[in-house]
């Protein structure tokens, strides 16, 4: 088992930035490729970034290109989502969520996620 949690969600204007963190505990982190997804209301949970085990691979989807940055520190079992230029449109629920080996933009293909943590963006 792989428990996540998230924190540093709230509320921003449009424009402002927020650093969402997720931890991990439970086995080797290092183990598991990591990804951030979102989930509006009325709307599927969709796929935001996705991060390698190493960290060498990275992946957004195509709204949140150069505005957010996903890393991680396989020292700290932590994985952060940095949110710049933050829109309306980025407000949401987001989940970390912990896949076995490989990365996947798929939220099925995941093994283990987090509570979420609420993201609000005022225009």
């Known amino acids: 088992q792989v428990q996540l949690v998230e924190s540093g969600g709230g509320l921003v204007q449009a424009g402002g930035f927020l650093r969402l963190s997720c931890t991990a505990s439970g086995r080797t982190f290092g183990d598991y490729a990591m990804g951030w997804f979102r989930q509006a209301p009325g709307k599927e949970r969709e796929f935001v970034a996705t991060i390698s085990r190493s960290g060498d691979s990275i992946n957004y989807v195509d709204s949140v290109k150069g505005r957010f940055t996903i890393s991680r520190d396989n020292a700290k079992n932590t994985v952060y989502l940095q949110m710049n230029s933050l829109k309306s449109e980025d407000t949401a629920v987001y989940y970390c969520?912990?896949?076995?080996?490989?990365?996947?933009?798929?939220?099925?293909?995941?093994?283990?996620w987090g509570q979420g943590t609420q993201v609000t963006v005022s225009s």
């Open positions: 969520a912990a896949r076995y080996l490989r990365t996947s933009s798929s939220p099925r293909a995941y093994d283990y």
